[in-house]
């Protein structure tokens, strides 16, 4: 059954975005940038892996010519947790106070930094800020300080949005915090530094690009949801014309570079066809919102057993967030195409603009993702990263906990739906 529309629908989006820097050599220039603000000491947050390419160190080095001190912290913890991120706001807090935070690197070490920024100028604890139910929910009482994002993967969009995603380790649950004073207020895309980028990481992270791009354009339309008071608005509205826009434009960057990228990471043209992707389906979903395959990653990532992705940390098991979302998107949309069939079938026309099409026009967006993925090297499912029939009512579980973004589905959902999503993702062809 389709989403309803309420006796008073709303009439209003909201659309929201940092201050972008796009180009090779942009990354040369945040000293610059952050003078302009009067900042004089600065924590450049990032991971080891990141850190031993050197970047995050220059990027520090150069900032000294402008006045400022800048440390670097390189204990980001790829997929972050509520231990790693409470570990790095001591950090933050111990060598503090800090004018402002570059997180450089990808989705962890941004959303790493925006907890620091957070819990460096804002009483409370981690969980306080969690969303509901599995935390407070509650909303920063203070400005936060300058952020600079600088991704060196494309795929998260966390550079443009207003989300910081973490696992809560004992709950074995990924969840995240969600409030528009943690956008950064200066995206900073250099397509030079995705240049090293292993081809697993640039097929794992590719695919959260895709689905942000994907979950946007056929979330439910921001004037099918209830009339919000203005205190009550949040950052994901509701599929709206600015989203949609650039939805449209990232499908049409991956349909060109996206295998390119996987297949010759040293191809330039293809590395900046998906940093401009990532970039724009973050100013997309950041404010749209996302929905199924996201709430299903969550717990396909916060369970993991014993699966060791290419291209990532060796020492430890884990499914990599983008991975994660691809895994279930074929039969999400399979379930959600009859709320908007136009919606997905532009999508497919976008995505994959020679394909040949199935017969059943409900097949089209999932075929064309599903080649794709293998194309790419994608697991089959959630069986090729270790789960089965067993653990199903484990993820539906932690699906249903994500009603955030299950709110942004184009039809209501429930158990047995994401039951029935699971069972067929088992595998995928």
């Given at each position: 059954?389709?989403?309803?529309?309420?006796?008073?629908?709303?009439?209003?989006?909201?659309?929201?975005?940092?201050?972008?820097?796009?180009?090779?050599?942009?990354?040369?220039?945040?000293?610059?940038?952050?003078?302009?603000?009067?900042?004089?000491?600065?924590?450049?947050?990032?991971?080891?892996?990141?850190?031993?390419?050197?970047?995050?160190?220059?990027?520090?080095?150069?900032?000294?010519?402008?006045?400022?001190?800048?440390?670097?912290?390189?204990?980001?913890?790829?997929?972050?947790?509520?231990?790693?991120?409470?570990?790095?706001?001591?950090?933050?807090?111990?060598?503090?106070?800090?004018?402002?935070?570059?997180?450089?690197?990808?989705?962890?070490?941004?959303?790493?930094?925006?907890?620091?920024?957070?819990?460096?100028?804002?009483?409370?604890?981690?969980?306080?800020?969690?969303?509901a139910p599995v935390g407070r929910a509650l909303a920063p009482e203070n400005p936060l300080k300058p952020l600079v994002a600088v991704p060196t993967t494309t795929g998260t969009g966390s550079e443009s949005t207003t989300i910081c995603v973490l696992d809560v380790l004992e709950l074995k649950v990924k969840t995240g915090i969600s409030h528009a004073r943690l956008r950064p207020t200066l995206a900073v895309i250099d397509p030079d530094l995705t240049l090293t980028l292993p081809a697993g990481v640039t097929a794992a992270s590719g695919m959260d690009i895709l689905c942000h791009a994907l979950e946007s354009y056929t979330a439910r339309p921001y004037d099918t949801l209830p009339r919000k008071h203005p205190e009550q608005r949040v950052p994901y509205c509701g599929a709206n014309p600015i989203s949609d826009a650039w939805s449209e434009r990232a499908l049409h960057l991956l349909a060109?570079?996206?295998?390119?990228?996987?297949?010759?990471?040293?191809?330039?043209?293809?590395?900046?066809?998906?940093?401009?992707?990532?970039?724009?389906?973050?100013?997309?979903?950041?404010?749209?919102?996302?929905?199924?395959?996201?709430?299903?990653?969550?717990?396909?990532?916060?369970?993991?057993?014993?699966?060791?992705?290419?291209?990532?940390?060796?020492?430890?098991?884990?499914?990599?967030?983008?991975?994660?979302?691809?895994?279930?998107?074929?039969?999400?949309?399979?379930?959600?195409?009859?709320?908007?069939?136009?919606?997905?079938?532009?999508?497919?026309?976008?995505?994959?603009?020679?394909?040949?099409?199935?017969?059943?026009?409900?097949?089209?967006?999932?075929?064309?993702?599903?080649?794709?993925?293998?194309?790419?090297?994608?697991?089959?499912?959630?069986?090729?990263?270790?789960?089965?029939?067993?653990?199903?009512?484990?993820?539906?579980?932690?699906?249903?906990?994500?009603?955030?973004?299950?709110?942004?589905?184009?039809?209501?959902?429930?158990?047995?739906?994401?039951?029935?999503?699971?069972?067929?993702?088992?595998?995928?062809?």
């Amino acid at each position: 059954m389709n989403n309803t529309v309420p006796a008073r629908p709303e009439s209003v989006f909201t659309y929201g975005a940092p201050a972008l820097k796009f180009g090779p050599g942009a990354s040369d220039e945040i000293g610059f940038d952050l003078s302009q603000h009067g900042v004089r000491r600065v924590l450049v947050i990032t991971d080891a892996g990141v850190a031993a390419t050197g970047a995050p160190h220059r990027i520090a080095e150069r900032m000294t010519a402008f006045g400022i001190e800048a440390r670097v912290f390189d204990d980001v913890h790829v997929e972050p947790t509520d231990i790693s991120l409470r570990e790095a706001v001591d950090h933050a807090r111990a060598s503090g106070p800090w004018d402002a935070f570059v997180a450089v690197g990808g989705g962890s070490s941004i959303d790493t930094a925006k907890a620091v920024n957070l819990l460096s100028t804002n009483p409370g604890t981690l969980m306080d800020y969690v969303n509901a139910p599995v935390g407070r929910a509650l909303a920063p009482e203070n400005p936060l300080k300058p952020l600079v994002a600088v991704p060196t993967t494309t795929g998260t969009g966390s550079e443009s949005t207003t989300i910081c995603v973490l696992d809560v380790l004992e709950l074995k649950v990924k969840t995240g915090i969600s409030h528009a004073r943690l956008r950064p207020t200066l995206a900073v895309i250099d397509p030079d530094l995705t240049l090293t980028l292993p081809a697993g990481v640039t097929a794992a992270s590719g695919m959260d690009i895709l689905c942000h791009a994907l979950e946007s354009y056929t979330a439910r339309p921001y004037d099918t949801l209830p009339r919000k008071h203005p205190e009550q608005r949040v950052p994901y509205c509701g599929a709206n014309p600015i989203s949609d826009a650039w939805s449209e434009r990232a499908l049409h960057l991956l349909a060109r570079s996206f295998r390119t990228a996987v297949r010759d990471g040293d191809d330039p043209g293809a590395r900046s066809d998906m940093a401009l992707a990532a970039t724009f389906a973050g100013l997309g979903f950041g404010n749209a919102g996302v929905h199924i395959p996201h709430a299903n990653a969550y717990p396909i990532a916060g369970r993991v057993k014993d699966f060791h992705p290419e291209g990532y940390p060796a020492h430890e098991p884990m499914v990599p967030h983008g991975m994660a979302v691809s895994l279930t998107a074929p039969e999400a949309f399979r379930f959600t195409f009859n709320a908007q069939p136009e919606r997905h079938l532009r999508a497919a026309e976008l995505l994959a603009p020679g394909m040949d099409r199935p017969a059943d026009p409900a097949e089209v967006l999932p075929t064309a993702i599903q080649e794709l993925m293998r194309d790419i090297g994608m697991p089959d499912g959630i069986g090729g990263v270790g789960y089965d029939r067993g653990d199903i009512p484990a993820l539906v579980d932690g699906a249903m906990k994500q009603q955030r973004l299950l709110a942004t589905a184009p039809r209501e959902v429930t158990e047995d739906d994401l039951a029935g999503i699971f069972d067929r993702s088992l595998s995928l062809w």
